[in-house]
């Protein structure tokens, strides 16, 4: 026994590097925000490995996954416990590693020595929401669908070369089997591999440079206490578990006791339908409604992009050592004014995704056979995803599409336009259709039949213009 042991030591190097590593003592009056770090590992762990036996089931084609969703879900035997624990890991990682940032941005941790540590944790923080948009579009239903469509179109108002980002998400030019297989790779593959190497560097870091220790209003003392018996391993690896523990149960409380919401398969037509983004993204879209035409671009990449640099330059531009937040109000009063940004807009977010496109305001006069057709496809189609007819019935993406009048649009120009967006406005994140010129014809007509300066308003029911029972 002691022979093996001694063995294992020496081929492991147990003394020289393991012992140290696990033993190393850490400032005892740490508090329990500092398991954060070693439970996100954790979490990480169960994704992996919930992850991998999701992957034996699943199907990267658009003619299988959702059915292979619904298998893993209905026939295999703890499927349903296991996605669930999967979906709702995954929203729980988003919480905590936010939370993670910002205790370490209150308590001032990316202060120097610790600014490559901090930049490794932004990464991870961008990894983190990546496996959450790829993960999104795989069970390849209607939510899936429009999130990836309005998600991959953002880049593409930027100059240049944001045409071929977004070429190079989808596999083409829309949302396609090829996205599927391409976002599953990435979510399984790319992924995976990019955030094991930094949680590697990001632990190497915290390491080397130590766990920052509780804020004093001084600068930094310049070593932390090493006397203390608070060593990694056991104890704090030991806190670590019991909170993973607790957060581990409600997670699988809610994989047991919420069914996780499924929608059509992409491309289903449901008078019910009511998309959205996975919530912690629901900000970012509330954000693009506020800017529109050539502003667009300010909400969609402007903020975004500089928000990413700002996290990212974040310890080079303030460089005090001062860790005490009283001793840094500026950064402190901004940090506060994002995160109140951010809630403002979530919350106003899920206020707004309430269900649209169940009826249409339409002119009230009878239709021509060519506006009931652009009125149809309209339906179809989902416009309303994006627009709203005289601010009501739809989503407030686009322009109010009452407005093309007003605006002395022709018909051509509006087939132009819906078209092909982008040939248009470069930086519409409006989606191309697939429709033939007639039908694009009947669109323009239809549109420009909204004129309210002439005719009073009719509201109509989506399953009436499904129906063709509109008079
Ligand atoms: C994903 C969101 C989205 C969907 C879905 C969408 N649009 Fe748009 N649409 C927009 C945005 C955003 C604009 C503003 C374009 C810009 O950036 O210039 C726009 C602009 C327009 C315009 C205005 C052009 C102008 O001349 O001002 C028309 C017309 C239009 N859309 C029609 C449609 C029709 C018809 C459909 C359904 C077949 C549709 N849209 C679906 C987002 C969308």
């Given amino acids: 026994m002691w022979r093996i042991r ?4 020496h081929r492991l190097g147990w003394d020289q590097y393991l012992k140290p590593f696990m033993e190393k003592p850490l400032p005892a009056n740490l508090s329990w925000t500092v398991t954060f770090g070693s439970l996100l590992v954790l979490l990480f762990i169960v994704q992996a490995a919930t992850g991998i036996v999701l992957a034996m089931y699943y199907n990267p084609s658009p003619d299988h996954a959702y059915q292979a969703i619904a ?3 209905g026939e ?7 996605r669930g624990i999967h979906h709702y890991g995954a929203s729980t990682m988003v919480v905590l590693v936010f939370t993670h940032m910002l205790v370490s941005f209150f308590n001032g941790a990316y202060k120097p020595p610790r600014e490559l540590t901090w930049v490794t944790g932004v990464c991870l923080f961008l990894l983190t929401l990546g496996f959450g948009f790829t993960g999104y579009l795989l069970p390849w239903d209607q939510k899936a669908y429009w999130a990836t469509v309005v998600g991959t179109n953002i880049p593409r108002q930027f100059p240049i070369i944001g045409k071929w980002i977004t070429r190079i998400l989808l596999a083409g030019d829309t949302v396609s089997g090829l996205t599927l297989t391409r976002f599953y790779a990435i979510h399984t593959l790319l992924l995976p591999a990019l955030a094991s190497m930094c949680i590697g560097i990001h632990i190497y870091l915290v390491r080397i440079h130590g766990i920052s220790e509780p804020v004093s209003s001084s600068p930094m003392p310049a070593k932390p206490c090493m006397e203390s018996e608070y060593r990694f391993f056991p104890e704090h690896l030991a806190r670590a578990s019991i909170v993973f523990t607790i ?4 997670v699988l409380l809610l994989a047991v006791f919420v069914d996780i919401p499924i929608e059509d398969v992409a491309g289903t037509l449901d008078p019910d339908y009511q998309p959205r983004p996975e919530w912690y993204f629901m900000w970012l879209f509330q954000l693009l409604t506020f800017f529109s035409g050539k502003l667009e671009i300010v909400g969609s990449l402007l903020i975004p992009i500089g928000g990413i640099f700002l996290l990212i330059s974040l310890p080079f531009i303030s460089r005090s050592t001062y860790r005490n937040p009283a001793d840094r109000p500026v950064e402190i009063a901004a940090g506060v004014a994002v995160l109140a940004g951010i809630l403002y807009l979530g919350i106003t977010g899920v206020a707004n995704s309430r269900p649209y496109g169940e009826t249409v305001s339409i002119a009230d006069r009878s239709l021509t056979e060519s506006e009931t057709a652009g009125l149809t496809i309209f339906v179809e189609k989902e416009c309303a995803y994006c627009h709203q007819i005289l601010g009501r019935g739809g989503r407030r993406q686009g322009p109010d599409l009452s407005n093309m009048v007003a605006k002395d649009r022709t018909g051509d120009e509006l087939v ?3 078209k092909d967006p ?3 406005s470069a930086w519409s994140i409006m989606p191309k259709y697939d429709l033939d010129e007639k039908e694009l014809e ?22 009436d213009v499904l129906n063709g029972t509109i008079k």
Avoid: H, N, P
Avoid at 76 to 82: A, E, F, M, P, Y
Avoid at 247 to 250: D, E, G, I, M, T
């Fill in 76 to 82: 295999v035997s703890w499927g349903r416990i296991l």
């Fill in 422 to 424: 982008q040939a248009v």
């Fill in 442 to 463: 009947a669109l323009a007509d239809f549109i420009l039949s909204l004129d309210f300066s002439r005719y009073d308003v009719k509201t109509v029911s989506r399953e």
């Fill in 416 to 418: 132009r336009f819906i």
């Fill in 6 to 9: 001694s063995f294992l030591s």
């Fill in 71 to 73: 298998f893993i879900t």
């Fill in 247 to 250: 957060v581990f149960s409600v």
